[in-house]
Nanobody, 125 residues
């Protein structure tokens, strides 16, 4: 059983930056890839970015590639998502997730075993 708690969301102006953090607790953390997903109103939940079990490889959705960076701090058991050049279409509830899979499939919602409660990110002027 894992617990995932997101922080760092809020309101930001277009072109601004935001850093989301996910605090992870539980056992066998090294068994999971960790990632961020988002769900905008009226849309399906989609994978944004994920990082491998060892933290040595990452994946990004095309919509955020070049604007976002995912990282993992094993000492503090946290995963961060730095998002830059934010756009209104980045507005969504963002979820931290853990998947018992390798990095090639960790952006797939059907592979997620644990979800955080979600945190709102709103990009608006």
């Amino acid at each position: 059983q894992l617990q995932l708690v997101e922080s760092g969301g809020g309101l930001v102006q277009p072109g601004g930056s935001l850093r989301l953090s996910c605090a992870i607790s539980g056992k066998y953390l090294g068994y999971y890839a960790f990632g961020w997903f988002r769900q905008a109103p009226g849309k399906e939940r989609e994978g944004v970015s994920c990082i491998s079990r060892l933290g040595d490889s990452t994946s990004y959705a095309d919509s955020v590639k070049g604007r976002s960076t995912i990282s993992k701090d094993n000492a503090s058991n946290t995963v961060q998502l730095q998002m830059n050049s934010l756009r209104p279409d980045d507005t969504a509830v963002y979820y931290c997730a853990a998947s018992p899979t390798d990095q090639s499939t960790c952006l797939l919602t059907r592979r997620v075993a644990y979800w955080g409660q979600g945190i709102q990110v709103t990009v608006s002027s």
